[in-house]
């Protein structure tokens, strides 16, 4: 869940709804965001968006691999470069097809994140070998260094840890 104490959007619901629903309290959920239509991403998305009264977004590419987990279920479309309106913050969707063709990163400017589900990687296993991973990832090029990097599995880390010292240049230049 991103958001504050009175709005929230819920991102990549997993097998456990009841426990997403109970933490969400007495706020506005905005959406249900499956950064990816794969079940790890969607399993918990139908039921946790109709308990709280709010939208699933996925990207249309990835509609074969909903389809497959929640059969003719609908859901609202996803475009690279939508902006969603969330506790008086916008965040920005980001095409970042990899890990499946309809894959989306979320980036949150005023929190200074980034969630990239799985678009780090093409399993749903932690690698250690991140930088290989990153090398394969497209990123915003305006995203400053300090931005906080959420994959899917794994601990999180600053974009400028993984850059190299050409790219902290480059951008740092322009």
């Known amino acids: 869940m991103v958001g504050n104490d009175r709005e929230v959007v819920i991102i990549d619901a997993d097998e456990d709804g009841i426990d997403i629903a109970h933490s969400v309290k007495d706020r506005y959920v905005t959406a249900v965001i499956c950064t990816q239509g794969g079940r790890a991403h969607s399993a918990a998305a139908i039921d946790v968006a109709w308990a709280l009264c709010a939208p699933v977004l996925l990207h249309p590419a990835d509609h074969a691999l909903w389809e497959a987990v929640h059969g003719p279920c609908p859901y609202w479309q996803l475009e690279d470069g ?72 794994g601990d999180s880390f600053l974009l400028g840890d993984m850059l190299s010292p050409t790219d902290r240049w480059v951008r740092h230049s322009a």
């Open 82 to 153: 939508q902006r969603i309106a969330v506790a008086g913050e916008q965040l920005h969707v980001v095409h970042t097809p990899g890990a499946t063709p309809g894959s989306v990163s979320l980036h949150f400017p005023s929190l200074n994140a980034l969630f990239t589900g799985d678009a780090l990687g093409h399993s749903c296993e932690p690698s250690d070998d991140r930088s290989a991973q990153f090398s394969e990832f497209t990123f915003p090029s305006d995203l400053p260094a300090d931005t906080c990097v959420y994959p899917g599995h």
